[in-house]
């Protein structure tokens, strides 16, 4: 069946910024959930999720334990990408480009550059630029999520405060991020300079949001997602997906709490369907309440 | 409103999980209405619809979950135009939907760090080469003789026509090219000006072929 006329010489370019954010565009709408098994990772798939966080612990978990979070081990990431068929993301420290480099040679398909393992410096995030794969970062405001950008982020997801099962934090980062996109767009195209000096951002991406109204990398939910109403929520606010940390398997029925959690990021502007969704899912998570926090106990300080 | 000459096309695009905004985004560039396709509610009056990219195994359960299998077949076979990009390719193949005589083969050029850019030659595209985004993509592995394949990369089928049914492998949507889009409301148009996809064509190709 083959031939002669398809075949088109032709130059590839691989790990440009449209086929890093191609990826994240692909996964709007949709749940990514974070796994410490293969077990698990072949759960999320059958359940619903778009993409996996291969990780060791989950943040709960992490928080419980204390000491320092790191990497996953190398093998546990290999199981999970053999045993699913999603795109399989994974955590490096904040700064710790040696651990992302790793996760590159293992072939991951997106890095998670997370306040939610031990940062490893104190002054720099790693220079995403020079990598191949795509890297997503939290950001708790609009100036936080440009800086990841300047540093060639293809994602931005709101932190929120993981491992908690409260929304709150998740709440007022979305809502911090967004009002201040809606006030860059009110500007002047003279008035834009002094914004990015106030924001300590860089210019070019501050215009770029003033002009269009949205950062230039999708934003996605993550910390504190427990229920589908949680989902909802901050769908509505805004996120075009959502990240489900410890939510799901630190549920009593993590396999129908994590379709709900699906269904209702599908159907997230549809009262009657999360409803439908939420109906008898059991007990959520363990929660804290992130206002009791303090100091070191709240991730989203860590990264600036 | 189907039918009624002069008016914007509606485009559904299946917004389960996936590319749906960006299709949406460029939908709206070239002047044509969409909808976010979530229920078979959203099916009502479509003149043409896009499946996107995302996760096949996720846009799948979804389907099954909505109940939308059935009632996206009969669009289709009503003669509605439609257009599959990615995962969309895959859910028209045979054992998806079951709507193009073809099998797709999923993350066929392999994780994303072997996602690319790349020219290539689309038949029924005038004009230079056409840029394609490739994320994870599918190729076409095996495909029966009532389809058309229109271009490929590395020596595999990467899009393909059967009728009014067209599937692409890369991302239309994410390139700064709007000749996929055009082929698709193109479709839409001459099934309003005509009533119905061209059987004589469709033959003559399949003889050339």
């Known amino acids: ?304 | 409103m189907a039918g009624s000459a002069g008016a914007a096309p509606l485009i559904g695009v299946l917004a389960l999980q996936g590319g749906f905004d960006a299709h949406q985004r460029r939908l709206a560039r070239l002047g044509a209405d969409s909808r976010r396709v979530r229920t078979g509610r959203d099916l009502e009056e479509l003149d043409g619809l896009i499946l996107p990219g995302g996760e096949s195994t996720t846009m799948s359960l979804g389907i099954e979950r909505e109940g939308l299998a059935d009632p996206l077949r009969d669009l289709a076979r009503a003669g509605v135009p439609v257009l599959g990009t990615c995962a969309g390719l895959i859910m028209l193949d045979r054992d998806h939907l079951d709507l193009m005589d073809l099998r797709a083969q999923r993350n066929a050029f392999g994780t994303q760090l072997e996602s690319f850019e790349a020219d290539l030659a689309l038949e029924g595209v005038e004009g230079a080469p056409l840029h394609a985004v490739f994320i994870r993509a599918p190729w076409i592995a095996e495909y029966g003789p009532d389809v058309r394949v229109l271009a490929a990369m590395d020596g595999h089928p990467v899009a393909a026509r059967q009728g009014d049914l067209l599937a692409v492998a890369f991302h239309p949507e994410l390139s700064d090219d709007d000749r996929v889009h055009r082929l698709l409301l193109d479709a839409i148009a001459a099934r309003r000006d005509g009533g119905g996809p061209d059987p004589d064509r469709d033959r003559a190709e399949r003889a050339q072929a």
């Open chain 1, 1 to 304: 069946m083959y031939s002669e006329q398809w075949t088109v010489s032709s130059i590839r370019e691989q790990a440009t910024p449209r086929v890093k954010t191609g990826l994240a565009e692909m996964l709007k709408g949709g749940v990514i959930m974070d796994v410490v098994s293969a077990e698990q990772a072949s759960l999320a798939e059958h359940a619903g999720a778009a993409a996996v966080m291969a990780l060791e612990r989950v943040p709960a978990d992490i928080r419980r334990d204390g000491g320092v979070a790191r990497m996953s081990d190398p093998a546990m990431i290999r199981q999970i990408q053999a045993a699913v068929s999603i795109p399989v993301m994974a955590k490096a420290r904040i700064g710790h480009f040696a651990e992302a480099q790793v996760l590159q040679a293992l072939k991951v398909d997106y890095i998670d550059e997370s306040e939610v393992l031990t940062p490893a410096d104190e002054e720099n995030h790693i220079d995403k630029w020079g990598f191949q794969l795509p890297f997503v970062c939290g950001a708790t405001s609009l100036p936080e999520a440009l800086r990841r950008i300047g540093e060639g982020a293809a994602m931005i997801r709101s932190k929120g405060e993981a491992g908690t099962g409260d929304i709150v934090e998740a709440v007022r980062h979305l809502r911090s991020i967004r009002g201040e996109i809606r006030r860059l767009a009110t500007l002047g195209e003279d008035e834009v300079f002094s914004a990015a000096k106030e924001l300590r951002s860089p210019l070019e991406l501050v215009q770029a949001v003033a002009r269009e109204g949205k950062l230039p990398v999708p934003l996605f939910c993550a910390g504190g997602i427990a229920t589908p109403a949680d989902a909802s929520l901050v769908m509505q606010l805004g996120a075009e997906a959502v990240f489900v940390g410890s939510g799901i398997f630190k549920s009593e029925d993590p396999e129908r709490r994590a379709r709900a959690i699906v269904e209702a990021t599908t159907h997230f502007d549809d009262p009657e369907r999360v409803a439908a969704a939420s109906d008898g899912l059991g007990t959520p998570m363990a929660s804290l309440e992130a206002a009791k926090l303090q100091g070191e106990e709240l991730l989203a300080q860590r990264g600036w």
